[in-house]
């Protein structure tokens, strides 16, 4: 401390300022302890008791925590009003209190704005039955691999694709983990969630150890052909997901994939170290699933055609499209090995071991829906039971007729908001 800042006058003007300063970021993070202050009430009411309680737990722990630790600055900015050589240390103090009110408003806010986006009774049942579908995805797996199903916060936000935090990744506080898997759906495929059970795919694929088993696999397929296994080991977490997604929903997930992907300035282009295979391949890999688990004649060949003749592997640099061309020619291998990929939790059972594409099958959706009839979208318990089936059945239903898209979103949309369950 210098001399000048010694003197009383000062030395009152140092401490006046630094309490001044801790008291506002003090008082601002009191304020967290009201829920209310970053989500509504009735969103918070709108999240179900096993989701909502581990998460305010959670919140209120970094919320108390970072008030102790402005009370402990506080401490310090006491002790300094007494004592001058203290002055530089009430000051760290408050800078890293601020910095870790900083970390705790960003944690804060992204937990607060996805309970917050359930803004009216129709997104608030849709998220709901989203958040139940996503832990019943889940479940089977891993109660077959001994391993606990997290909850799952599901959340509206824009963008083309969905994305997942999942349960145990550490946030933006240090010291707080995600109690719950938080997933983004976003609003072109709200009443479409195909993409819903991609991202819990990836919290399966990181609790049961499967991705580097995915790996090996695609790199067994790919034996003889370097150029390819060093191109496609590196998507094998976003496959391992991709297959997760179809052996839930079918041809589904696979026509909405191609909504996502089907930008004509990107669906063939490779971005070194991406996650994302290539979309063009990631298209045809999905059409290749379609025709190892259902045959070789179906919807899927019409997609794969029509992206071909709009995007033939010639568009691609010269570098990329002899990449594309015996990635094309592998696909077949490939696709078998990526279903077949041992998960070692399942003591190296493959995932259709539990979760079989073919329930999800056009022709086993189409006796599934003849047998329940009119009552398939009027039912809660059939909602409860069959909701991810029914998420295959209007996707299929929606990519295999276009001129009928619209009656299938909204048919979705009623049975996913309780509209129909309202009538």
């Not at 919320?63 to 310090?76: K, M, P």
């Not at 029509?306 to 592997?313: E, G, H, N, S």
């Not at 094309?328 to 939790?345: F, G, K, N, S, W």
């Not at 086993?364 to 318990?381: C, D, K």
Request: charged share 20%.
């Amino acid at each position: 401390m210098t001399i000048a800042a010694r003197s009383p006058g000062r030395h009152r003007l140092l401490v006046q300022d630094l309490e001044r300063q801790l008291m506002h970021w003090l008082a601002a993070a009191r304020l967290f302890r009201r829920a209310d202050e970053f989500a509504s009430k009735i969103a918070w009411s709108s999240v179900e008791d096993e989701i909502g309680v581990p998460l305010r737990r959670e919140i209120h722990r970094i919320v108390e925590e970072l008030i102790e630790l402005g009370e402990a600055t506080a401490e310090i900015v006491g002790r300094a009003k007494r004592n001058p050589d203290l002055i530089m240390d009430a000051g760290k103090g408050i800078q890293r209190f601020r910095t870790r009110y900083t970390q705790v408003e960003t944690t804060l806010d992204f937990l607060g704005d996805a309970v917050n986006s359930r803004t009216s009774p129709c997104l608030r049942a849709a998220l709901r039955n989203l958040d139940r579908m996503a832990f019943q995805s889940m479940k089977p797996v891993l109660d077959r691999a001994g391993i606990s199903c997290p909850q799952v916060l599901v959340y509206q936000d824009k963008g083309l694709g969905a994305s997942i935090i999942r349960a145990g990744v550490r946030l933006w506080t240090p010291g707080s983990v995600m109690p719950v898997a938080a997933v983004k759906i976003v609003r072109h495929n709200l009443y479409r969630p195909t993409s819903l059970f991609h991202e819990t795919g990836h919290q399966v694929a990181h609790l049961t150890r499967w991705v580097p088993r995915m790996q090996r696999a695609i790199l067994s397929a790919l034996a003889g052909d370097s150029e390819l296994q060093q191109m496609w080991s590196g998507w094998a977490s976003e496959i391992a997901a991709d297959v997760y997604a179809f052996n839930h929903t079918g041809y589904a997930s696979v026509a909405a994939l191609y909504d996502v992907v089907g930008d004509a300035r990107t669906i063939q282009r490779w971005t070194l170290g991406a996650p994302h295979p290539i979309g063009w391949l990631r298209v045809l890999l999905g059409c290749a699933f379609s025709r190892e688990a259902y045959g070789q004649e179906g919807p899927w060949n019409g997609l794969e055609t029509a992206m071909l003749a709009r995007f033939p592997a010639s568009r691609a640099n010269d570098t990329l499209f002899p990449l594309l061309e015996r990635s094309r020619e592998a696909m077949p291998a490939i696709a078998r090995a990526c279903l077949d990929a041992p998960i070692p939790a399942l003591t190296g059972k493959p995932l259709h071991s539990v979760v079989d594409p073919a329930h999800v099958a056009p022709a086993a959706l189409a006796e599934f829906e003849h047998r329940a009839g009119e009552q398939l979208w009027t039912s809660p318990a059939w909602r409860e039971t069959h909701g991810i089936r029914m998420v295959a059945l209007t996707g299929l239903r929606e990519a295999e007729s276009p001129s009928t898209a619209t009656h299938w979103i909204e048919k979705s949309r009623n049975w996913m908001t309780d509209r129909a369950m309202a009538a």
